[in-house]
C-alpha cells in the first residue's frame, strides 16, 4: 500500500518504522526533516509538504495537537488539496471531537475518506507494534486500513461508523489514565508518609486487586520517580482533560473530576513541569505534603543546579521549581515524608 505519514515525533518514528517493515511504500513528512531521514535509510521517501505525503492510497497523521493537524491538513500545501479521490486519511493523533467533525465534514465535501484511529499505548508500545487502536468510520474505509492497523498493533477495536467517536472514546480513556495517575499519587504519598516502601507498596497494589497495566506502568514509573524522558508530555495531558471538558458541555455530560484533573496538569506546568512525563502529576501531592517544611528539603547543590532558570524567584519558589522542574526529588527528602534537619 502507498501510505503517507505525517508526524515523524516519539510515537510516529516507532508507527512509521514498522509500516516499513510490513512492506507498505512510505513517504513521510515532518516540520523537522532531520527526525524523518532516519526513515531513509529504512525505505522511505520523504515529503517537502504535508501535500507530498498525501498523493498515495492513505495519508497517517500522527501529531500532537488541534493545532498541527489543522496545519497539516488546512493550511498551504495541506493534505486535503492534495490527497486523491477516494484515499484516505488516517489520523491517529489524539484530537478533539470537534475537530474530528471538521475533518470527516471536510473529506467528506472532497469525496475523500476519513478515518479515525487514536492509539492507546507509550513510544516503546509504538515501536514494538502493540498499540491498542480505537477505529471508527465508513465501514469499507476502515476495512481498507486494517493491514496498516495488523502492523501497528496488537488489537484494533471499530467502535463506530462514525469516525468522530473513536476520538471521544480516545478522549475519555486519556481521563481515566489521568485519574488513576493522580489517585496513585495520593496513595503513593499518603503511605510514604507512615515510612512504607513507595515500590514495595506498588508492588503490593499491582500483585492484588491493582493487575491492570496502567496501575503496573505509571505505578512503577512514580515509585522510581521516573518522569524523564517522557513517554507523554504533562502539557499534553493537561491538553487532553480540556480536550474531554470540551466535548463534554458540547454532549451536556458534566466531568467534575476532568476539571479537578486539568487543574492538576496546570499547577504542574506553573511550576515548570509540562516537558515531565505526565505521570509527574503525582509530585504535585508530594509537593503538598512537604510544603510547610520547604525551607529544609533542597541541598545547596540543587539549588545552585537551579539558580540559572530561577534567578528572580523567591528561596521557597526555587525549591519547588527544582522538583516540578527536574522530576528528581532532592536527597534530602526521605521516603518516610520527613525533612532533613539540613537547613540552608
Same mark, same amino acid.
Given at each position: 500500500m502507498q501510505v503517507g505519514f505525517i508526524g515523524i515525533g516519539r510515537m510516529g518514528s516507532g508507527m512509521a518504522a514498522n509500516l516499513l517493515a510490513a512492506g507498505h511504500a512510505l513517504t513521510a513528512y515532518n516540520r523537522s526533516t532531520a527526525?524523518?531521514?532516519s526513515l531513509v535509510g529504512k525505505g522511505a521517501k520523504l515529503a517537502k509538504t504535508p501535500g507530498e505525503a498525501a498523493l498515495g492510497d492513505v495519508v497517517?497523521?500522527?501529531l500532537a495537537n488541534d493545532q498541527a493537524v489543522e496545519q497539516a491538513v488546512f493550511g498551504e500545501a495541506g493534505l486535503l488539496e492534495s490527497l486523491p479521490h477516494g484515499a484516505i486519511h488516517l489520523s491517529m493523533s489524539t484530537i478533539s471531537y470537534a475537530l474530528a467533525e471538521r475533518l470527516a465534514a471536510a473529506h467528506r465535501d472532497q469525496g475523500q475518506e476519513f478515518v479515525a484511529a487514536p492509539v492507546f499505548g507509550r513510544p516503546d508500545a509504538a515501536s514494538a507494534a502493540k498499540l491498542f487502536i480505537v477505529a471508527g468510520g465508513k465501514t469499507d474505509a476502515v476495512a481498507r486500513?486494517?493491514? $496498516?492497523?495488523d502492523a501497528l498493533g496488537q488489537r484494533t477495536f471499530i467502535v463506530s461508523d462514525a469516525a468522530?467517536?473513536?476520538? @471521544?472514546?480516545k478522549l475519555s480513556g486519556n481521563f481515566l489514565i489521568a485519574?488513576?495517575?493522580?489517585? $496513585?499519587?495520593e496513595a503513593v504519598t499518603l503511605v510514604s508518609k507512615a515510612g512504607v516502601d513507595r515500590a514495595q507498596y506498588?508492588? @503490593?497494589?499491582?500483585s492484588t486487586l491493582f493487575g491492570a497495566p496502567v496501575y503496573k506502568t505509571y505505578g512503577a514509573l512514580i515509585a522510581e520517580e521516573h518522569y524523564h524522558p517522557p513517554g507523554f508530555k504533562a502539557e499534553l495531558?493537561?491538553?487532553?482533560?480540556r480536550l474531554a471538558l470540551s466535548a463534554a458541555q458540547q454532549l451536556q455530560a458534566p466531568m467534575p473530576l476532568a476539571s479537578l484533573l486539568a487543574d492538576r496538569f496546570l499547577a504542574l506546568m506553573a511550576a515548570g513541569g509540562g516537558a515531565l512525563d505526565w505521570s509527574a502529576l503525582a509530585l504535585i501531592a508530594i509537593v503538598a505534603r512537604e510544603v510547610m517544611g520547604l525551607a529544609r528539603l533542597a541541598t545547596i547543590e540543587t539549588l545552585r543546579h537551579r539558580a540559572?532558570?530561577?534567578?528572580?524567584?523567591?528561596?521557597?519558589?526555587?525549591r519547588v521549581r527544582s522538583v516540578l522542574c527536574t522530576g528528581v526529588l532532592p536527597a534530602t527528602w526521605n521516603s518516610h515524608g520527613g525533612h532533613s534537619r539540613t537547613a540552608t
Open positions: 527526525k524523518a531521514e497517517i497523521t500522527m486500513c486494517q493491514p $496498516l492497523f468522530p467517536t473513536a476520538n @471521544l472514546v485519574a488513576v495517575i493522580e489517585g $496513585l499519587g506498588v508492588d @503490593l497494589l499491582t495531558g493537561h491538553k487532553d482533560m540559572d532558570a530561577v534567578h528572580a524567584l523567591s528561596r521557597f519558589d526555587r
